[in-house]
Nanobody
Framework: EVRLVESGGGMVQPGGSLRLSCAAS????????MTWARQAPGEGPEWVSG????????YYADSVKGRFTISSDNAKSTLYLQMNSPKPEDAARYYC?????????????????WGQGTQVTVSS
């Protein structure tokens, strides 16, 4: 059974930092491209960042580029999202997702391959 369990969310001040984690199990984690997505209340889901196993490169939405960093610890089957200098508009529920068909920048994978998410609030 594929399982993706996000953690690390909470409240963070603008300009602070927060690291999200996603523990994966039930599949060969190091083989699949992985993605972070988010959804704010009343908004549609948004692709945030992805990592390609083929070239080891990370990709970001323009809205988070230069502030967020995606990384992967294959030995721990864990995906991370380091959020630096968050802004109020970054507040959302953050999800990690497996990319069964490979990473497509800006396009979200099927909901069946998402975790349950972790909530991030940005407020002073």
């Amino acid at each position: 059974e594929v399982r993706l369990v996000e953690s690390g969310g909470g409240m963070v001040q603008p300009g602070g930092s927060l690291r999200l984690s996603c523990a994966a199990s039930g599949f060969n984690f190091g083989y699949y491209d992985m993605t972070w997505a988010r959804q704010a209340p009343g908004e549609g889901p948004e692709w945030v960042s992805g990592i390609s196993r083929a070239d080891g490169r990370a990709y970001y939405a323009d809205s988070v580029k230069g502030r967020f960093t995606i990384s992967s610890d294959n030995a721990k089957s864990t995906l991370y999202l380091q959020m630096n200098s968050p802004k109020p508009e970054d507040a959302a529920r953050y999800y990690c997702a497996r990319e069964p068909g490979g990473l497509r920048i800006g396009i979200l994978p099927p909901k069946a391959d998402w975790g349950q998410g972790t909530q991030v609030t940005v407020s002073s």
